[in-house]
């Protein structure tokens, strides 16, 4: 669990939370932890999501104004801006943490998607990110100079993960314009990295057919293990500081040394074991 102990690294900012759902997603987490660390705050998501989830649940406990957005649809995300304002005023962190996909959600194999669905995953995985800074940034002035914005990405950007299908191509597509959106607000002083998070056990992940593989495989490949929603959380709030003021355009990896790591001990082991028990069977 993340400490209940603040350092007062978010005292006097704002922000903007993504995709919170329920107490184990990652969103849910970052937003306990801004709150900790004394940051002000509104929460979107799609009215679906919202219906299916328990945001009311957080936004009680933290006293943030609930503001439903469909990030697919430029008008929606427009006039959530503006609500921002409204409410908050100018913020000073975004964390976009959406990510959607009907082919898996359908099983439909890489192979034999649907286009029409990737179109939807594309769109709202990793669009919707650019769709977002645009009318944070360009249609509306709402992120301050010196501000943050964080997306939350997978490894499967770089590495293919069967089961993770399409979102591989999302989350590539998702970090490409976390680093152009970079570059370009750079002059700003305003910093836009994404976060590589290992298998977490959220409501999301839970739902890809082979999560249970993908986890037990990077708890026991990543020499620290998975960090947890609540470590993720941690790891956000460092950037969403100002003593991360000139980190920016960075896939920064929170995963435990997976993404380092060739092989293990561990895994080394049960590989021995499971070769042994099978020449054994033999």
């Given amino acids: 669990m993340s400490s209940n102990v603040g350092y007062g690294l978010l005292k006097g900012k ?22 900790r660390e004394g940051a002000e705050m509104a929460l979107t998501n799609a009215p679906i999501a919202m219906r299916l989830g328990k945001l009311e649940e957080l936004s009680e406990q933290i006293g943030a104004p609930i503001i439903p957005c469909d990030v697919a649809d430029d008008a929606d995300v ?24 009907p082919n898996i959600r359908k099983k439909l194999p890489y192979e034999s998607i649907d286009y029409k669905f990737l179109s ?7 669009i919707s990110l650019h769709r977002v800074l645009h009318y944070a ?6 992120l301050n100079d010196g501000g943050s914005v964080v997306a939350l990405t997978y490894i499967g950007a770089q590495r293919i993960f069967s089961k993770y299908s399409d979102m591989n191509d999302a989350k590539a597509l998702l970090e490409s314009i976390a680093r152009n959106y970079g570059s370009r607000l750079a002059g700003r002083g305003i910093r836009v990295n994404s976060v590589s998070q290992a298998p977490t056990k959220t409501s999301a992940g839970s739902g890809i057919r082979g999560f249970d593989s993908m986890f037990t495989f990077a708890e026991k490949l990543a020499p620290m293990g998975n960090p947890t929603a609540d470590d993720c959380a941690d790891y956000c709030v460092s950037l969403f500081s100002d003593l991360t003021r000139k980190v920016t355009m960075q896939n920064l990896f929170h995963d435990g040394g997976f993404s380092t790591n060739g092989i293990s001990e561990e895994m080394m082991n049960d590989l021995v074991e499971l070769y042994a028990s099978k020449e054994g069977a033999e």
Avoid at 120 to 126: P, R
């Fill in 14 to 35: 704002k922000g903007l939370i993504f995709g919170a759902l329920d107490d184990r997603s990652i969103a849910w987490r970052v937003a306990l932890a801004c709150h």
């Fill in 78 to 101: 427009d006039k959530l801006m503006k609500e921002v304002l409204a409410k908050l005023g100018k913020i000073d962190f975004i964390l976009h943490a959406v990510g959607m996909s």
């Fill in 120 to 126: 939807q995953t594309l769109d709202i995985s990793a």
């Fill in 137 to 142: 940034t360009q249609a509306n002035d709402v």
